[in-house]
């Protein structure tokens, strides 16, 4: 793969869509309070066929083992996505509660 810089890109290209079909899933199953590692999973499967053309792509024969590696991948990609939007959404919740009430003006 590494001698032919055309499939090289085309790799790149299909791991940035399947990184991005992660985080566009993440809302859809993610309600706080399940398991990261659960969520992860369930948005994994969601972009299963973006996974698909990604190792098929990679790797041209592609065995079981093959496919079932890029998938965990997936799911350790999902799960690490999760943690951050949760600890993003965290900071944000906290920095509003730390901004001091502006006082409202007099009518």
Same mark, same amino acid.
Request: overall charge neutral.
């Given at each position: ?13 299909? %791991? ?7 985080? +566009? ?51 350790? %990609? ?18 509003? %509660?730390?901004?001091? +009430? ?6």
């Amino acid at each position: 793969m590494y001698e032919d810089p055309k499939r090289v890109t085309k790799v790149d290209k299909l %791991r940035e869509q399947r990184d991005l079909c992660l985080i +566009q899933n993440i809302p859809q199953f993610d309600d706080r309070s399940a398991d990261a590692k659960k969520v992860g999973d369930y948005v994994a499967m969601s972009c299963s066929n973006e996974t698909t053309k990604l190792v098929e792509m990679a790797i041209p024969y592609p065995s079981r083992h093959d496919r079932d590696t890029f998938q965990q991948e997936a799911v350790f %990609r999902a799960t690490g996505y999760v943690m951050t939007a949760r600890r993003m959404e965290n900071d944000s919740l906290e920095r509003q %509660r730390q901004q001091p +009430q502006q006082p409202t003006p007099l009518q």
